[in-house]
C-alpha cells in the first residue's frame, strides 16, 4: 500500500466559484501556518494558536496592502480532516479577492491542490479509509435524503467495518494453512479441512447477502429509472406532467406527438425517480416518429421498471406487452389504466388505474413501484450497504476466490493451492477499504472529486 508523506502544502477554493456571502480557501501541509502567517495579520501568529480556534485579521499583499477581512480556523496535525496542520480562510465571497489570496499562497511555499487531494491525504493519512473516502463524494453529489443517509453509512463505516471483519477472517485461516505447510515434514496438524469449508462457507454467505444488497444501495444512490410505455395518445405525457405539476410534455389528441425521449427527475418519500416519457409503440412511416419509437424500445432495456400504460378507451394490447416482456422481466413490469376519471375499469389485467389529469390513483402507483424495485429488500439504516460498482466487483472476485479455494479442498489438492485464493480474497477486501491499493486505484478514485475537496 502507498503511504509516502507528501512534504508539499496544498491550496483550493473550498466553496462552489462565484460570488457569495463568503468563500472558504483552504490550506494543508507542514508549511500551512508559516505561509498563511507571512500574508495574515491577526493579534499573534497562526503557529502560535491552538488547535480547532478562529481567529480575525486581514490579509495584505507585499506592499502592505489590505486584500479582506478574513476569518482563519486553525487545526493542528493530527487533528484535522486531512490528518496534517490545516487553516481555512473565510474571505468575502468575490472571485477577485479569492483569486488574489490565492496567488499570493501561491508565491509562499503552497501549490494548488489536485481533484480530491485533500481527501486523499486524509486517507493516506489514515483519517479515513478508501470507502469512506468515496462516500465523501457521495455526500457532496447526494440529491434526496435516501442517497444522503446512505452515504452518511458509509462514511461511517458501516461497510468497512463489515469488509474489514471478513478480511480479518481470512486473514486467520490462511495464516493457519500456511502455519501447517512451515510444519510439513514434522506433520503437524494445525486445522482440519472441514473447519476451513465451515469458514468459507461463512464468509460467503456474508459476501452473498452484500452483493445482494447492491440493486438496492444503487437505487438509494441513483434512484429509479421508470419508462413510461404504451401506445400513442394513452395518457403518458400527461402523467409525467401532472407529477411534475408542469407541463414538460406536449400533450395532443393527435398520436405520435411525443417523438423524442423526455426525462424529468421527480422526489417521492426520499427516492429519486427519473421518469422517461416515451414514444408511443406503433408501425409508423414517418421518419422521425420511427426514431422515436426506437428510442422507446432502448428506454424499456435500460429501464429499472416499465409502466405499460394503456387507457380506458384502448383493450390491453397484448402484442405490445409482449413485445415489452420480450425486453423486461414482467416482474419489472407494472400495468396502469389511464383515464378513470371518465369511466371506471374492472379489467383484472391492470395492476394500478389512476386519472392523469385528477391525480385519483397515483399515491398507490407510486406504492406499487416501490414495492417493484425495493420488494424483499428488507435493509435498515444501520445495515451494511453496496451501492458502489467497484465495491461490488471487488466483492465479486473475492466470492470467485473463495469457491476456487473451496474446489481445491474438494479436489484435495494441497495447502499451497487453498492459501493462495484466500489471500487472494482477502486482498479483493483489502482493495474496498484500501488496505491494498495501488497508484492507479487511487488516481482513478480521487480525479473524480471536485477541486477544494
Known amino acids: 500500500m502507498l503511504l509516502s ?8 477554493l473550498a466553496t462552489p466559484p462565484g460570488t457569495g456571502a ?3 480557501i483552504r490550506v494543508s501541509g507542514p508549511q500551512s501556518f508559516s ?7 491577526g493579534k499573534k501568529n497562526l503557529h502560535e494558536c491552538p488547535s480547532h480556534t478562529i481567529h480575525y485579521g486581514r490579509i495584505i499583499d507585499k506592499g502592505e496592502q489590505v486584500i479582506d477581512d478574513v476569518l482563519v480556523s486553525i487545526f493542528h496535525s493530527p487533528n484535522s480532516y486531512t490528518g496534517e496542520d490545516s487553516v481555512e480562510i473565510s474571505t468575502h465571497g468575490s472571485h477577485l479577492i479569492v483569486q488574489k489570496i490565492i496567488s499570493l499562497l501561491l508565491e509562499n511555499d503552497i501549490r494548488i491542490a489536485e481533484p480530491g487531494e485533500f481527501t486523499k491525504r486524509a486517507f493516506l493519512n489514515g483519517r479515513i479509509d478508501l470507502a469512506q473516502a468515496e462516500a465523501v463524494a457521495d455526500i457532496i453529489n447526494s440529491r434526496t435524503e435516501a442517497s444522503l443517509r446512505g452515504a452518511r453509512n458509509q462514511l461511517d463505516g458501516l461497510l468497512s467495518q463489515k469488509v474489514d471483519l471478513l478480511r480479518e477472517m481470512l486473514i486467520h485461516t490462511s495464516s493457519i494453512i500456511e502455519l501447517e505447510l512451515d510444519f510439513a515434514e514434522e506433520d503437524i496438524k494445525f486445522f482440519s479441512l472441514e473447519e476451513v469449508v465451515e469458514k468459507i462457507d461463512e464468509i460467503e454467505k456474508e459476501i452473498e447477502n452484500l452483493l445482494k444488497s447492491y440493486s438496492f444501495g444503487r437505487i438509494i444512490k441513483d434512484g429509479i429509472n421508470v419508462a413510461l410505455v404504451g401506445k400513442p395518445n394513452v395518457g403518458k405525457s400527461s402523467l409525467l406532467n ?3 405539476k408542469e407541463a414538460r410534455a406536449i400533450v395532443s389528441e393527435i398520436p405520435g406527438t411525443t417523438r423524442d425521449i423526455i426525462r424529468e427527475e421527480v422526489t ?18 414517418d421518419v422521425i416518429e420511427k426514431e422515436g419509437v426506437l428510442r422507446s424500445r432502448k428506454a424499456v432495456d435500460e429501464a429499472d421498471v416499465v409502466l405499460f400504460m394503456n387507457d380506458i378507451y384502448t383493450d390491453f394490447s397484448e402484442d405490445l406487452y409482449q413485445e415489452i416482456i420480450g425486453m423486461k422481466s414482467k416482474e419489472f413490469i407494472l400495468t396502469v389504466v389511464n383515464k378513470i376519471d371518465i369511466q371506471e375499469n374492472s379489467n383484472p389485467l391492470f395492476e394500478v388505474k389512476i386519472s392523469a389529469r385528477t391525480g385519483k390513483g397515483i399515491d398507490d402507483l407510486f406504492k406499487k413501484l416501490k414495492e417493484k424495485t425495493l420488494a424483499s429488500k428488507t435493509y435498515t439504516e444501520k445495515t451494511a450497504i453496496v451501492s458502489n460498482l467497484r465495491h461490488y466487483d471487488a466483492l465479486n472476485k473475492a466470492y470467485y476466490h473463495l469457491q476456487n479455494a473451496r474446489k481445491s479442498i474438494q479436489e484435495k489438492m494441497t495447502g499451497e493451492f487453498i492459501s493462495v485464493d484466500l489471500r487472494n480474497a482477502e486482498n479483493m477486501l483489502g482493495e474496498i477499504i484500501g488496505k491494498v491499493t495501488t497508484d492507479d486505484i487511487l488516481n482513478n478514485i480521487f480525479s473524480k472529486f471536485c477541486i477544494g475537496k
Open 268 to 285: 417521492i418519500d426520499g427516492i429519486l425517480f427519473t421518469l422517461i416519457d416515451t414514444a408511443g409503440i406503433r408501425i409508423s412511416d
Open 242 to 244: 401532472y407529477l411534475l
Open 5 to 12: 508523506q507528501n512534504e508539499d502544502t496544498i491550496t483550493a
Open 35 to 41: 505561509s498563511v502567517d507571512k500574508i495574515f495579520r
Open 22 to 24: 463568503i468563500s472558504v
